[in-house]
């Protein structure tokens, strides 16, 4: 029977900035435009970090009942190791993928946006099949495309609009920064297992493109977030703010860029996620000020 301890590892604590920090930029840019609602602003966050535990349980179980984790490098699996029976890890899915859709419904039913519902829908129906399912499309190439869609215009579009109603070119370019970059933590990731993956069959878009090629995506897309806030400093100077999160993420482009591969690169997913939420935090201490 697996332990709190490891059922708390199972969420894949690491991951979480990528369910924070697009709703930290949507708030952010709601304040942007004096339309900022917190306790709406906190039932988003609610609704992502909640799908995001969601699909990491999905995940784990998902992979670990086709036997993809069997001999994976990377983060404490509860199926794969058998610390867990696949239908708790299921059940533990379930419960957080409808914790995530209750506070769903709360949010839609203070904004009356109920179209929402539909997104919601959309972001469930992806977080199970990713890895799940008799087609995942996790496992056709596809994943990098998904999270950046449901990580960045999803989540950040959709904390930005359910509190103001409209969508703003501030909202646009942080969800292309936070889907960019939440890509490059799975492109990290499927970096790192790309000869598990590839004996296994999972498809994923490193074993397409092969490890050269692989480095040089997560490398453009880490790029994208200090663009875009460079573009942002025509409307909010204070943007420029932005670039103190490069430091932090320095440590993962040296280790991707050095060719280091297996448990080395387990450091660059939680550097580019903190390099993620760094970023977010202080867009959104730039749009505040401005």
């Not at 506070?103 to 959309?122: E, K």
């Amino acid at each position: 029977m697996a332990s709190v301890v490891q059922w708390i590892q199972g969420t894949r604590p690491r991951t979480l900035p990528n369910s924070i920090a697009p709703v930290v930029v949507g708030a952010a840019a709601a304040h942007h435009i004096d339309e900022l609602k917190p306790l709406y602003a906190v039932l988003a966050l609610v609704v992502s970090v909640a799908f995001q535990i969601g699909v990491n349980f999905a995940n784990d179980y998902s992979d670990g009942i086709r036997g993809t984790d069997d001999n994976r490098v990377g983060p404490f699996r509860l199926t794969g190791s058998g610390a867990a029976e696949a239908k708790h890890v299921r059940l533990a899915a379930f419960v957080s993928l409808g914790a995530g859709a209750v506070a769903g419904v709360a949010l839609v039913a203070l904004s009356g946006y109920w179209w929402l519902l539909g997104l919601g829908a959309v972001c469930i129906a992806g977080a199970w099949f990713y890895t799940g399912g008799k087609r995942p499309y996790g496992y056709a190439g596809l994943g990098e495309i998904a999270v950046f869609l449901f990580f960045g215009p999803a989540a950040v579009l959709g904390t930005l609009y359910v509190q103001s109603g409209e969508v703003t070119g501030i909202g646009i370019g942080g969800s292309i920064a936070m889907g960019a970059i939440s890509a490059a933590v799975l492109v990290a990731n499927n970096l790192r297992d790309i000869p598990t993956d590839a004996v296994s069959g999972k498809r994923t878009l490193a074993v397409v493109l092969g490890d050269k090629d692989t480095r040089r995506l997560y490398l453009a897309l880490v790029v994208v977030p200090f663009l875009i806030a460079l573009g942002m400093t025509v409307r909010v100077p204070y943007a420029l703010l932005g670039f103190l999160a490069a430091p932090i993420l320095l440590p993962a482009v040296r280790r991707v860029a050095a060719g280091r591969g297996g448990k080395d690169l387990i450091p660059v997913l939680q550097f580019t996620g903190l390099a993620m939420l760094a970023w977010a935090v202080l867009i959104s201490v730039a749009l505040v000020l401005d």
